[in-house]
């Protein structure tokens, strides 16, 4: 079964930007949405970006403007780029599937922490 890698996070200071990747050991080509979640500590898991196949983008509103999903089908990977990080973006990020398909089994995710 394909397996999710993400990596790319870290301590950085509010108002700065990270890259996130997440890599599938699969091919991710056949999976209409794929989409970026996050976990806060005491909070359910949301999803916060979407990217359809035909790259489509679809994002949650604290997040609109700020942050931007692309995917390269060909290196099987899905990255989130975040500008202008605000403290309570802080959180463990995790990639999978989205919409009506299943989800693949989750990945250990990547701590992201905004603080000064």
């Known amino acids: 079964q394909v397996q999710l890698v993400e990596s790319g996070g870290g301590l950085v200071q509010p108002g700065g930007s990270l890259r996130l990747s997440c890599t599938a050991s699969?091919?991710?080509?056949?999976?209409?949405?794929m989409g970026w979640y996050r976990q806060a500590p005491g909070k359910q898991r949301e999803l916060v970006a979407t990217?359809?196949?035909?790259?489509?983008?679809d994002y949650v509103e604290p997040v609109k403007g700020r942050f931007t999903i692309s995917r390269d089908n060909a290196k099987n990977t899905v990255y989130l780029q975040m500008n202008m990080l605000k403290p309570e973006d802080t959180a463990v990020y995790y990639c999978?599937?989205?919409?009506?398909?299943?989800?693949?089994?989750w990945g250990q995710g990547t701590q992201v922490t905004v603080s000064a």
């Open positions: 990217i359809t196949r035909f790259g489509s983008t």
């Open positions: 699969g091919s991710i080509s056949s999976i209409y949405t």
């Open positions: 999978n599937v989205a919409g009506a398909e299943s989800r693949l089994p």
